[in-house]
Protein backbone atom coordinates (compact mmCIF):
# COMPACT_ATOMS: atom_id res chain seq x y z
CA UNK A 1 0.00 0.00 0.00
CA UNK A 2 1.15 3.30 -1.08
CA UNK A 3 2.32 5.44 2.26
CA UNK A 4 0.19 8.46 0.92
CA UNK A 5 -3.33 6.20 1.57
CA UNK A 6 -2.81 4.79 5.22
CA UNK A 7 -3.71 8.28 6.41
CA UNK A 8 -6.90 7.94 4.85
CA UNK A 9 -7.41 4.23 5.83
CA UNK A 10 -6.67 4.90 8.73
CA UNK A 11 -9.24 7.57 9.41
CA UNK A 12 -11.40 5.76 7.19
CA UNK A 13 -11.39 2.29 9.51
CA UNK A 14 -11.41 4.64 12.39
CA UNK A 15 -14.86 6.76 11.88
CA UNK A 16 -16.02 3.30 11.51
CA UNK A 17 -15.94 2.13 14.52
CA UNK A 18 -17.25 5.00 15.66
CA UNK A 19 -19.92 4.41 13.53
CA UNK A 20 -20.31 0.93 14.64
CA UNK A 21 -20.45 1.57 18.42
CA UNK A 22 -22.70 4.59 17.57
CA UNK A 23 -25.53 1.99 15.47
CA UNK A 24 -24.37 -0.17 18.56
CA UNK A 25 -25.43 2.58 21.05
CA UNK A 26 -28.91 3.11 19.09
CA UNK A 27 -29.86 -0.11 19.06
CA UNK A 28 -29.28 -1.20 22.87
CA UNK A 29 -31.32 2.16 23.44
CA UNK A 30 -33.84 1.29 21.15
CA UNK A 31 -33.80 -2.38 23.34
CA UNK A 32 -34.14 -0.88 26.35
CA UNK A 33 -37.24 -0.99 28.43
CA UNK A 34 -39.39 1.67 28.67
CA UNK A 35 -41.77 1.01 31.77
CA UNK A 36 -45.50 1.40 32.17
CA UNK A 37 -47.88 1.59 35.15
CA UNK A 38 -50.70 -0.08 35.35
CA UNK A 39 -53.13 0.56 38.29
CA UNK A 40 -56.16 -2.13 38.72
CA UNK A 41 -58.63 -1.77 41.62
CA UNK A 42 -61.12 -3.77 42.20
CA UNK A 43 -64.30 -3.23 42.87
CA UNK A 44 -63.48 -0.03 40.39
CA UNK A 45 -65.00 3.13 40.70
CA UNK A 46 -63.60 3.61 44.72
CA UNK A 47 -64.80 6.62 46.65
CA UNK A 48 -60.98 8.40 47.60
CA UNK A 49 -59.23 6.99 50.67
CA UNK A 50 -57.40 9.68 51.38
CA UNK A 51 -58.55 13.02 52.81
CA UNK A 52 -55.49 15.19 53.83
CA UNK A 53 -57.44 18.31 53.50
CA UNK A 54 -60.00 17.17 55.94
CA UNK A 55 -57.83 17.02 59.07
CA UNK A 56 -58.68 13.15 59.88
CA UNK A 57 -56.74 11.66 62.20
CA UNK A 58 -55.89 7.81 60.77
CA UNK A 59 -54.67 4.71 62.06
CA UNK A 60 -53.36 2.44 60.00
CA UNK A 61 -52.39 -1.49 60.47
CA UNK A 62 -50.43 -3.42 57.69
CA UNK A 63 -50.15 -6.99 57.74
CA UNK A 64 -49.05 -9.44 54.87
CA UNK A 65 -50.71 -12.56 53.38
CA UNK A 66 -47.72 -14.10 51.19
CA UNK A 67 -48.04 -17.09 48.77
CA UNK A 68 -47.11 -20.46 49.88
CA UNK A 69 -44.34 -20.10 47.63
CA UNK A 70 -43.37 -16.78 48.63
CA UNK A 71 -39.21 -16.26 48.59
CA UNK A 72 -37.24 -13.53 50.75
CA UNK A 73 -39.87 -12.96 52.87
CA UNK A 74 -38.08 -10.75 55.69
CA UNK A 75 -36.87 -8.61 52.94
CA UNK A 76 -39.84 -7.78 51.71
CA UNK A 77 -41.95 -7.00 55.11
CA UNK A 78 -38.67 -4.48 55.22
CA UNK A 79 -39.86 -3.33 52.09
CA UNK A 80 -43.03 -3.17 52.81
CA UNK A 81 -42.58 -1.36 56.41
CA UNK A 82 -40.37 1.18 54.70
CA UNK A 83 -43.17 1.90 51.88
CA UNK A 84 -46.40 2.09 54.04
CA UNK A 85 -43.94 4.68 56.55
CA UNK A 86 -43.19 6.42 53.66
CA UNK A 87 -46.28 7.01 52.01
CA UNK A 88 -48.18 7.92 55.17
CA UNK A 89 -45.52 10.46 56.84
CA UNK A 90 -45.50 12.64 53.73
CA UNK A 91 -49.03 13.65 54.87
CA UNK A 92 -50.52 12.75 51.72
CA UNK A 93 -53.33 11.15 52.90
CA UNK A 94 -54.64 12.07 55.92
CA UNK A 95 -53.47 14.74 58.45
CA UNK A 96 -52.02 12.74 60.96
CA UNK A 97 -51.83 9.13 60.77
CA UNK A 98 -49.92 6.61 63.06
CA UNK A 99 -48.85 2.82 61.35
CA UNK A 100 -48.35 -0.22 63.16
CA UNK A 101 -48.35 -4.06 62.01
CA UNK A 102 -50.53 -6.36 63.54
CA UNK A 103 -51.03 -10.30 63.14
CA UNK A 104 -54.50 -10.07 63.57
CA UNK A 105 -56.47 -11.92 60.64
CA UNK A 106 -60.02 -11.53 60.08
CA UNK A 107 -61.84 -8.80 59.12
CA UNK A 108 -63.43 -7.43 62.17
CA UNK A 109 -61.47 -4.09 64.21
CA UNK A 110 -62.48 -1.44 65.88
CA UNK A 111 -61.35 1.88 65.33
CA UNK A 112 -58.67 2.67 67.82
CA UNK A 113 -59.79 6.03 70.13
CA UNK A 114 -59.13 9.37 69.10
CA UNK A 115 -58.53 7.95 65.52
CA UNK A 116 -61.49 8.93 62.65
CA UNK A 117 -60.57 6.30 60.65
CA UNK A 118 -58.90 2.67 59.99
CA UNK A 119 -57.51 1.41 57.38
CA UNK A 120 -55.91 -2.03 56.94
CA UNK A 121 -53.69 -2.69 54.41
CA UNK A 122 -53.07 -6.25 53.90
CA UNK A 123 -50.01 -6.92 51.27
CA UNK A 124 -50.28 -10.14 49.22
CA UNK A 125 -47.32 -9.00 46.61
CA UNK A 126 -44.46 -7.32 46.78
CA UNK A 127 -41.31 -7.95 44.25
CA UNK A 128 -39.66 -8.07 41.21
CA UNK A 129 -41.36 -9.91 38.10
CA UNK A 130 -39.11 -11.42 35.29
CA UNK A 131 -40.40 -13.26 32.52
CA UNK A 132 -38.51 -14.48 29.58
CA UNK A 133 -40.20 -14.00 26.43
CA UNK A 134 -39.56 -16.36 23.36
CA UNK A 135 -35.44 -15.46 23.16
CA UNK A 136 -33.54 -15.67 26.15
CA UNK A 137 -32.37 -11.93 25.07
CA UNK A 138 -35.95 -10.47 25.77
CA UNK A 139 -37.30 -9.68 28.85
CA UNK A 140 -40.28 -8.48 30.49
CA UNK A 141 -40.14 -7.82 33.67
CA UNK A 142 -40.79 -4.88 36.38
CA UNK A 143 -42.65 -4.98 40.08
CA UNK A 144 -45.79 -6.22 40.83
CA UNK A 145 -47.58 -4.60 43.96
CA UNK A 146 -50.87 -6.61 45.38
CA UNK A 147 -53.02 -4.84 48.70
CA UNK A 148 -56.00 -5.05 50.17
CA UNK A 149 -57.42 -2.33 51.65
CA UNK A 150 -60.77 -1.98 54.21
CA UNK A 151 -61.40 1.49 55.94
CA UNK A 152 -63.25 1.52 59.01
CA UNK A 153 -65.67 3.91 60.65
CA UNK A 154 -65.91 5.00 64.46
CA UNK A 155 -68.39 2.51 65.96
CA UNK A 156 -68.86 -0.38 63.25
CA UNK A 157 -66.83 -3.57 63.23
CA UNK A 158 -67.38 -4.01 59.15
CA UNK A 159 -65.72 -2.13 56.37
CA UNK A 160 -67.16 0.76 55.32
CA UNK A 161 -65.09 0.23 52.08
CA UNK A 162 -63.30 -2.73 50.80
CA UNK A 163 -60.92 -3.29 47.86
CA UNK A 164 -57.54 -4.22 46.21
CA UNK A 165 -55.01 -2.33 44.52
CA UNK A 166 -53.12 -4.16 42.05
CA UNK A 167 -50.26 -2.13 40.78
CA UNK A 168 -47.70 -3.27 37.91
CA UNK A 169 -44.58 -1.19 36.93
CA UNK A 170 -42.81 -2.44 33.83
CA UNK A 171 -42.52 -3.99 30.28
CA UNK A 172 -40.44 -5.41 27.53
CA UNK A 173 -36.48 -4.88 28.52
CA UNK A 174 -36.95 -3.70 31.79
CA UNK A 175 -35.29 -5.40 35.08
CA UNK A 176 -35.52 -3.89 38.72
CA UNK A 177 -34.67 -5.52 41.76
CA UNK A 178 -35.66 -5.13 45.31
CA UNK A 179 -33.91 -1.87 45.88
CA UNK A 180 -37.15 0.13 44.06
CA UNK A 181 -39.32 -1.75 46.18
CA UNK A 182 -40.65 0.58 49.10
CA UNK A 183 -40.84 3.47 46.45
CA UNK A 184 -43.05 1.10 44.32
CA UNK A 185 -45.12 0.08 47.24
CA UNK A 186 -46.14 3.86 48.31
CA UNK A 187 -46.11 4.65 44.35
CA UNK A 188 -49.01 1.73 44.42
CA UNK A 189 -50.58 3.08 48.03
CA UNK A 190 -50.58 6.60 46.00
CA UNK A 191 -52.58 5.34 42.94
CA UNK A 192 -55.08 3.11 44.41
CA UNK A 193 -56.00 5.55 47.71
CA UNK A 194 -56.38 8.98 45.53
CA UNK A 195 -53.91 10.54 47.43
CA UNK A 196 -52.72 13.57 45.81
Known amino acids: MKPEMRPTLHRWFGSLSLVALLGAAALLGACAGTATTR ?51 DGGCFT ?45 GGTEVVVDVAVYRPGRREPQQQFSIHWQDGGPGVVKGVQTLPADLAAALKAGLGAH
Open 39 to 89: VTVTPPDQAPVCQPQAALKASVLWRTQWRADQKDVTDREAAAAQGIQRFFA
Open 96 to 140: LATVARTQVGGSAFDVPAGSDRLVVLTVRELGPVVKLLSSAALVD
